[in-house]
């Protein structure tokens, strides 16, 4: 009260002394106006949810000797400076960091914001926890953040976003157009980077904003309003003015205008009548800062169309002096509008997108996406499609055990004291931003940002824990709560490290293998664990003894394990299992099997062991590898992969596969880095020394085990009951001790013409037609013919010659092409020595390291191939795509040998016994909310016309996914589950559009309330918000048959 009256009476002796007053108020109403350009000023701040910082130090404003950039400031100072002027409006982005400053305010500041939220001067925009990535991140996983933002704004404030701010990510993804757009309900979407040559050819054409139709399935039942800003997120050159930004300000003095004294304020009304301003002052610069305006102004409106343009005023963590920007807006708006050329107004992208809405334009149509991006000449941002390929297989790994594990949450009941999944959800969702799981992020946040994963998984895996405790156990209590932790997983079993199924079993023991399945439908796995003992039986649910295969673990597996383990958990394995033990798993859908491995006795057969073949005890000139239908043949002289058969379906095709490096560029003008790709020089990579290789054969899987060199391992799989080849990748310690980058590539060839086409996916859903050098919407001037041709893939691509199809599935996200016809290349890791001076300011040169000893980053990952007759490869693609996302879940238990099938439930299903879901048909969400009803997910995983069989009208009984329970109310809900479908449909913008056509739509029916049964159509995700009542053991025990 004491520093507002020294401030007050300072005013008033201002007033008074000369009869001056310097306080002005400025006219900033809003106002469109037909007859001008309306400049609608969209004030932001583009908060990264970790990047050269972590997320921590980013919101505190922490380590600012790497940038002075404090979040808690920006929205301190933004919710001020809005209280301070009713007619001032800020968009915000981020709930991630908006969510934690929420939770730190008084009661009295928070009904402030409400107010604020509810008048429209704040306004959320995209929602999500992040500015999510869109070539690197799954689709669930985009949903998954988006949703929990978006039911954050609507908890608290009962708001609804209305548009898309994807305004940094590198490239665009049609799933974001279609998916994370108009099928969230959004009216618009806007961002700003795009490929330079595509840009300049949209600003000579006015096309800068479209409609983008993403799907063609769904086509224009769910297309979006589009905006590209004709430079960067950034306002016009000039115009930037944060507290140290060097843009010039206006600089006005008013003098001899009308006083208004109070107790505790003074200040001096501006009007036209008033307005006389000291043109004496030496800095005066009014007109001359309205030209600049209005010059910026009118160079954006002769690229747009409509009289419509937006300014967006902020960029990279702006407005920590709010004041600073807001008080040079209002002198804008002011004085422009004073001038009357054009008019200025704050705004939001809501009421920007009203406007062009109400213009009743006709627009121009965009299909398909907005990748590869480059922003000049041999620099294309198709690097960071692979860049950090470790976090991005640890994300994407996560990310299938996420929606596994609440699954198991919602079976069992969600503990509101006990562990839960919510920290896993939330670590997962900051994973998303597009300077995270892109791998573009400084190396310190990457530790972060696994870190943060790592704590959500370990609570997540006390939910799976306890839940199947839960289920596997009578429900005696005392059986309960005597098995409530017995259960442990292994999180490194990638690295054949899993301590529990490694321990040698004692007399009357034995190791309790439960195996969920996640999925939707049944399945017949071969599951693989690490034993010490070769004479091992393994048991069925029912008790009956399958068949088990043992195959040695060799050097390069132990090597890689023992480094690792000792680098993740500080300690050496105290145990070194000898054999991979394998057996086929069958699994009911949404639901557990139980597999027992014990000690075989003498009377037992045990597992079978392996045979060892190796190329230097034959004469052959080819070997078969393969005991089922599918054949590979390899030349035993210089161990090649020479043909691919499949008895089944009569196909016999050559085939070839490759490793190559690409050397990093590094020159001064454009190097390749974490997010550049820009080769200098391709390189095969050879077999060093011996090519022997080696065979392992047995009765459910052959093995061909080849070392390329000393830092190249792989091990090509082949299941007897499958028609797929596997293949296990280690790749690393990549050596740069020569001063050269390296980029590793793998090439699966075959003889295809299939004339530069190829296909890759958007996001694991719709596959995009690529073609070798071309563009859809622009003529491409070639400056980078490899580079420019890499695209993302978080599925697979494929390729075909109008009679056979090849196609390749990956476990993470990688970046791929097809640069030679009938071959498919992906880039597998990346090593280099220059920053590409994007931003980082950090090398993408990653290492492990146990004490002080420091190795460059060795990845172990998977790919997949298979050749199919044309039009029939669509089904693997999609099944065992989903199976790939969704592995089963091993927990491991060890017991009494007769104990335990006397004293628990052997197999389980959530869904009724006698029901699967379709095959084209994915349940990709089941979650308990807070409020205790269930969000429901379902998902049809085929396009329009990809499949004879599947691409077709699929329906889901909700009855039978819920047996034991009745369903009380269903709602259908919009993706992101914050309104209703129907209100949202209501509410959808139906804009004009050039050029219109498109196939059938076809879309599933309103459900009917007594039937429940859902109809989903090709490439639709319908969501439902489902009320339950409990009556009972819910779930099924399914037969053994």
Known sequence: ?????????????????????????????????????????????????????????????????????????????????????????????????????????????????????????????????????????????????????????????????????????????????????????????????????????????????????????????????????????????????????????????????????????????????????????????????VNDFVAAAMAQANVTRTNHIMWAMGTDFRYQYALSWFRQMDKFIHYVNLDGRVNALYSTPSIYTDAKYAANETWPLKTGDFFPYADKENTYWTGYFTSRPAFKGYVRTMSGYYVAARQLEFYKGRSSSGPNTDALANALAIAQHHDAVSG??????????????????????????????????????????????????????????????????????????????????????????????HELIVLDSSGREIESQLLPIFNSSLNMRDYHVKAYLGKSPSTTPQYWLGFTATTPP?????????????????????????????????????????????????????????????????????????????????????????????????????????????????????????????????????????VEFIIGPIPVDDGVGKEITTQITTAFKTNKTFYTDSNGRDFIKRVRDFRTDWDLQVNQPVAGNYYPINLGAYVGDGRMELSVLVDRAVGGSSLVDGQIELMLHRRLLCDDLKGVGEVLNETI????????????????????????????????????????????SEQDENEWKNSHVSSFSMIDASYSLPNNIAVITLQELESGKVLVRLAHLYEVGEDKDYSVMATVELKKLFPNRKISKVTEMNLSGNQERGEMERKRLAWKVKDLSEVKIVRGGAVDSEKQVVELGPMEIRTFIIDLDYLGMFGSVPSDE
């Not at 005392?478 to 529990?500: D, H, R, T, W």
């Not at 557990?592 to 037992?604: L, Q």
């Not at 390291?849 to 460059?856: A, Y």
């Open 590 to 726: 949404l639901g557990f099997s139980t597999y027992i491995i014990s000690s075989a006795k003498h009377t037992d057969r045990s597992s079978i062991m392996s045979t060892m073949w190796t190329s230097d005890s034959t004469s052959d000139k080819t070997v078969v590898v393969g005991g089922g239908d599918l054949k590979l043949l390899y030349a035993t002289d210089e161990g090649k992969l020479t043909s691919y058969i499949n008895n089944r379906n009569m196909v016999e095709e050559s085939m070839e596969h490759s490793y190559s490096y690409y050397s990093g560029y590094n020159g001064t003008d454009q190097a390749s880095g974490a997010y550049i790709f820009r080769p200098n020089g391709t390189f095969l990579i050879k077999s060093e020394g011996e090519k022997a290789f080696t065979i392992l054969r047995g009765p459910l899987m052959d093995e061909v085990h080849q070392q390329l060199n000393s830092w190249i391992y792989q091990v090509t799989r082949v299941y007897k009951e499958k028609e797929h080849a596997e």
């Open 1 to 289: 009260m004491k520093r507002l009256f020294s401030v007050s009476a300072f005013l008033v002796f201002l007033c008074f002394w000369g009869g001056e007053c310097k306080y002005m108020v400025y006219d900033t109403s809003q106002r469109i106006l037909a007859d001008k350009i309306n400049v609608h000023l969209v004030p932001h701040s583009h908060d990264d949810v970790g990047w050269l910082k972590t997320v921590d130090q980013y919101y505190t404003g922490a380590n600012n000797s790497i940038r002075g950039a404090c979040v808690q400031n920006v929205l301190d100072s933004v919710i001020s400076a809005l209280l301070d002027d009713k007619n001032r409006k800020f968009i915000y982005v981020e709930i991630a960091f908006f969510q934690r400053w929420w939770n730190q305010q008084s009661g009295l500041l928070k009904t402030k914001v409400k107010e604020l939220v509810n008048s429209g001067q704040l306004e959320f925009i995209n929602g999500g926890m992040c500015m999510h990535d869109e070539a690197t991140p799954h689709y669930i996983d985009l949903i998954d953040q988006t949703t929990l933002g978006h039911m954050f704004i609507h908890r608290e404030f009962g708001q609804k976003p209305r548009v898309g701010w994807q305004i940094d990510p590198f490239g665009h993804s049609s799933v974001q157009a279609y998916l994370l757009g108009a099928e969230v309900g959004f009216d618009s979407l806007f961002f700003a980077r795009m490929d330079y040559q595509d840009r300049a050819k949209r600003k000579c054409d006015k096309t800068l904003e479209v409609v983008w139709q993403g799907s063609r399935s769904l086509g224009s039942s769910s297309q979006l309003f589009t905006g590209i800003f004709p430079r960067h997120y950034d306002p016009p050159d000039g115009f930037t003015f944060e507290i140290n930004d060097v843009s010039p300000p206006i600089q006005v003095n008013a003098s001899k205008t009308s006083c208004v004294i109070s107790y505790f304020w003074c200040f001096c009304l501006v009007t036209n009548s008033t307005l006389k301003d000291d043109v004496l002052l030496f800095d005066y610069n009014v007109q001359e800062r």
């Open 440 to 533: 573009t992020q400084r190396q310190h946040v990457a530790a972060d940002y696994a870190m943060r994963i790592s704590i959500g998984y370990a609570e997540a895996e006390e939910v799976v824990a306890s839940t199947l405790a839960y289920l596997t156990t009578s429900r005696s209590s005392a059986n309960y709560e005597k098995s409530v932790g017995m259960f442990q997983q292994c999180p490194l079993l990638n690295i054949s490290y899993c301590p529990p199924s490694e321990v040698v079993l004692a007399n009357g023991k034995s190791l309790v293998v439960v195996v969920y399945n996640s999925l939707g439908w049944k399945r017949e796995e071969v599951v693989r664990v690490p034993v010490s003992s």
């Open 849 to 892: 390291c146990v004490l002080n000893d420091c190795k460059g980053l060795v990845v172990q990952g998977k790919f997949y191939f298979r050749i199919d007759p044309v039009g029939t490869g669509a089904k693997w693609r999609r099944t065992f795509g989903q199976e790939i996302y969704s592995p089963l879940l091993l927990a491991f």
